[in-house]
């Protein structure tokens, strides 16, 4: 069944990816780029053309989110399938994101807003007022009626900031749902990764034990600035263009991303008070 990596975007998910491929699917638990591959995307646009489901109709594409888990779940119906995803759990006219027939739980990333404003307004090459009214409304993520570089993904419905965090929570009720802080992954990721581990390892009801050795080699080999590093010795396939033709750094700001240095004062209220109940219950106010 698919273990969700879900998040709203610029939120780590990236990060959590990297650690997960790297600890399940290498023998030593070095990372490298090639191994992200391993953790597929949702909703991803090949999934839906395998059924012949037309990627053109947004309608059908979105009607038919449980077909294509189902048949993601029967291909690997002897393991854990980690699935990306920035979309938000609601209903779409009607129509389930997922279902429990077919999710296992989801790992949440959530990360204070008003980071996300400057890391959203990079990666995407907007304004940082622009990126704040972005995660106030509901958005839509790439697609097939965006430009040739997002040709590969289908339209995702990622809400707001606060619709994606509050829509995914509701797992929680079934014992399905861990929230990790992008904060505390980064402040301190062994306990933070361990907690995911034995996430993980709750669901094959069996007590693997931890393997100290290559934990450690994730650790070493997933911090922000080892993969900052990569990225400038190898290039990241996942950073985007600007306006200019120029690659965007992905792995820009990191820990050193500081909503007080980086965004207006309006910016800040703007984001506090459209996100009040979300962020004092998340303690970042």
């Known amino acids: 069944m698919i273990l969700w990596i879900a998040s709203y975007p610029k939120s780590g998910n990236t990060y959590m990816r990297a650690l997960l491929a790297s600890y399940f699917f290498t023998q030593d638990g070095n990372f490298n780029f090639e191994i992200l591959k391993t953790i597929k995307i949702f909703p991803h646009i090949n999934l839906f053309k395998n059924l012949g489901i037309n990627i053109n109709d947004e309608t059908e594409v979105v009607k038919n989110y449980i077909k294509v888990q189902e048949e993601i779940n029967k291909l690997n119906k002897n393991s854990i399938n980690f699935m990306k995803t920035h979309s938000t759990m ?8 997922t279902d429990l027939n077919n999710t296992l739980g989801a790992i949440y990333l959530v990360r204070d807003p008003r980071n996300i404003v400057t890391s959203f307004s990079n990666h995407y090459d907007i304004s940082t007022n ?7 409304s509901f958005k839509y993520l790439k697609g097939i009626k965006n430009n040739k570089e997002f040709g590969d993904q289908v339209l995702t419905h990622m809400g707001s900031w606060a619709d994606n965090y509050n829509s995914w929570k509701e797992l929680k009720k079934y014992k399905k749902y861990i929230l990790i802080k992008y904060e505390d992954l980064v402040s301190d990721p062994r306990k933070n990764f361990l907690d995911v581990i034995n996430f993980v390892n709750s669901f094959t009801k069996s007590k693997i034990k931890i393997d100290e050795k290559k934990l450690k080699n994730v650790i070493r080999t997933t911090s922000f600035t080892y993969l900052k590093n990569l990225e400038e010795n190898e290039g990241f396939e996942e ?22 240095k980086l965004i207006t004062h309006d910016i800040r209220e703007m984001i506090e008070n459209s996100f009040n109940k979300e962020m004092k219950e998340l303690n970042y106010l």
């Open 239 to 260: 950073s985007h263009i600007d306006k200019k033709g120029n690659k965007i750094s992905f792995f820009k700001y990191g820990p050193k991303n500081n909503w007080e």
């Open 90 to 97: 609601q209903s779409i006219n009607g129509n389930q994101f």
């Open 130 to 136: 622009e990126a704040a009214k972005d995660l106030m």
